[in-house]
C-alpha cells in the first residue's frame, strides 16, 4: 500500500453532527402532539395532597410544560394556561412558571455540555494514523485506525473516499460510533460489495484519497433534557470536537 504525506485537518462534517441530533426534533414534535390532542378543558383541582402551586390545572396546560421544559423550548409555554381557582393553588402550571422551568433546564445544560468541553480540550482523543489492508479473506479490507489522547468517551469514526472532483461529494464508506481511547485497538471491516455499491466506479489496487474523521460524541441529552442540534452547536461546535486525517490509500 503506497501512502502520501501524512495531512491533519480539522472538518465541520454537519452530516454527522445532523445524525447525532436525530430523534430531538421528532421526538419534540411527538410529544407536542400528544399535548395537542388533550381537550383544553379537561382539569385537576382539589389535589390537596399536591405541592403548594400545583393543586389545580389544566391536564394540557400540565402536558405542554413538561414537554416545554424537557425540550428546553420556551415558545411551548405560549400554550400554559394557568387554572384560576379560589381554594386550590395553581401556579405550578402557568407560563411564567414554564419558561423558569425551562431556563433553569438550559443553563444546567450548558453547564454540563461546557464540562465535557472542558475535558475534551484538556485530553481529546485524536487519530494519530489510519492504514487499509486487504482482509484475510481476499476479497473485503479492514480499516486499522490508531489513537492518541486521554479522553476516553463514545466517538463516531467516519471513512470516506474524496473524489478528485472538488466539486463532487466524498463517499463515505464507513461510519459508527465507538468507545475510544489512547489504547484502541480497532479493525473495522468493510466489505467490498459495499464500497463498490456506493462508488460504482471503484477498482482494486489504485490510489485514492481517503479521509478519517474522529467526532466527539456528545449526544442529546436525555428524558431529564434533550438538546438541540442548534443548542450543542452554540456550546461546543462541531469545529472544537473533531478531528481528521486525510491520506493517500491503495485498495
Sequence with gaps: MRTAALTVIVGLLLDVASAFGAGYAELKAAAVTRCQAIDPAEHQTGLFFNPEGYRSYYVRSQCFQQVAAQFRDEALCAEVRRRLSPLSSSWG??????????????????????????????????????????????????????????????????????????????????????????????RVFVRQEDVRRRFPEFVLDHPYTVRATLLLDVGNGGPAGYWSDPFIERVFPIRERSHAVTREVRF
Excluded: K, W
Excluded at 414554564?98 to 461546557?114: F, P
Excluded at 484475510?136 to 468517551?153: L, M, Q
Design 93 to 186: 402550571y402557568s407560563q411564567a412558571q414554564c419558561r423558569e422551568l425551562v431556563a433553569q433546564g438550559a443553563a444546567t445544560d450548558q453547564r454540563a455540555l461546557q464540562e465535557m468541553r472542558r475535558m475534551y480540550m484538556t485530553g481529546a482523543v485524536t487519530l494519530r494514523d489510519f492504514r487499509v489492508e486487504r482482509n484475510g479473506n481476499g476479497r473485503d479490507f479492514d480499516v486499522i485506525p490508531s489513537f492518541a489522547g486521554a479522553y476516553a468517551h463514545g466517538y463516531r469514526l467516519t471513512f470516506e473516499i474524496v473524489r478528485a472532483d472538488p466539486g463532487a461529494a466524498p463517499i463515505v464508506f464507513h461510519s459508527s460510533g465507538y468507545y475510544v481511547d489512547a489504547n484502541s485497538n480497532l
